[in-house]
């Protein structure tokens, strides 16, 4: 397969920026708001316990990918809950009723790896969804390359961006631009386990108001000298986070290419 530089995304970060000195949760995710980004934090007890087990480290890699795919099933039923439904009539074994199905259509965009399984449980419960695939990954100086991408037409459409950590915001910043010459979207949701504020402030720069954003945790309490934000470390890890989402549910690939 011919691979293509379809995106590469940088932006210099720096360390610590004054803006953050004085960051307070409720005050910055109003900011978001007033943007027309809307974020919403997922605390479902059965939520919370999939993150648990997506946060130790003692969870094996098979475990890791079915926790990844039970939250994607969980999740659903919270990025639908306003969800417009049509009414139809059925037949029963005793007679006819009404019933209802969902009116709109979806595009989930897992972003490869780590997306998959979480795609994966959303088309579990939508069977009618369509997917679209979107392959980039963060070099050491966290700029972003987009090399591969299949989409299909976008217009009218629900699109569900789905990459599990939503740390330097990059990766969701590249494939949205990666995915807007494919038409203009009825909406645009991202679906992540783990965000930091570096990450929402960043896609707050580009993805259209209306914007929502589902996540099971905002990690930002942990600052330390060197963190280019609140939960964000120098290498572009969340912290605590779960580590690479990508190598857990996969295997950690080579280092250099063959």
């Given at each position: 397969m011919h691979k293509h530089n379809l995106k590469t995304f940088s932006e210099k970060i720096i360390p610590m920026q004054s803006e953050w000195e004085n960051y307070?949760?409720?005050r910055f995710l109003r900011a978001l708001k007033r943007k027309g980004i809307s974020v919403h934090i997922i605390t479902?007890?059965?939520i919370l316990e999939e993150l648990t087990r997506l946060r130790d480290k003692r969870t094996k890699r098979f475990e890791f990918r079915q926790a990844l795919r039970?939250?994607?099933e969980l999740?659903?039923?919270?990025?639908?809950?306003?969800?417009?439904?049509?009414k139809q009539k059925v037949q029963t074994p005793l007679g006819k009723a009404y019933g209802f199905k969902l009116k709109d259509d979806f595009i989930v965009v897992p972003v490869l790896r780590a997306g998959l399984p979480i795609a994966e449980g959303f088309n579990a419960m939508i069977k009618s969804v369509e997917i679209a695939f979107v392959s980039c990954w963060r070099e050491k100086d966290l700029s972003v390359v987009v090399e591969y991408a299949k989409v299909p037409q976008i217009d009218g459409k629900h699109v569900i961006i789905i990459d599990p950590m939503l740390a330097t915001g990059h990766s969701l910043y590249a494939v949205y631009e990666a995915l807007r010459p494919y038409g203009k979207a009825k909406s645009w949701k991202v679906l992540a386990v783990i965000a930091s504020p570096v990450g929402l402030k960043e896609i707050s720069k580009v993805f259209p108001k209306g914007t929502e954003v589902f996540i099971c945790a905002l990690d930002d309490e942990v600052t330390k000298k060197g963190f280019i934000g609140p939960g964000l470390n120098s290498h572009g890890y969340i912290v605590p986070g779960l580590g690479d989402a990508g190598d857990r549910a996969y295997g950690e690939p080579v280092k250099s290419r063959p």
């Open positions: 307070n949760r409720e479902h007890p059965l039970r939250m994607g999740l659903t039923y919270e990025l639908l809950r306003g969800a417009k439904v049509a």
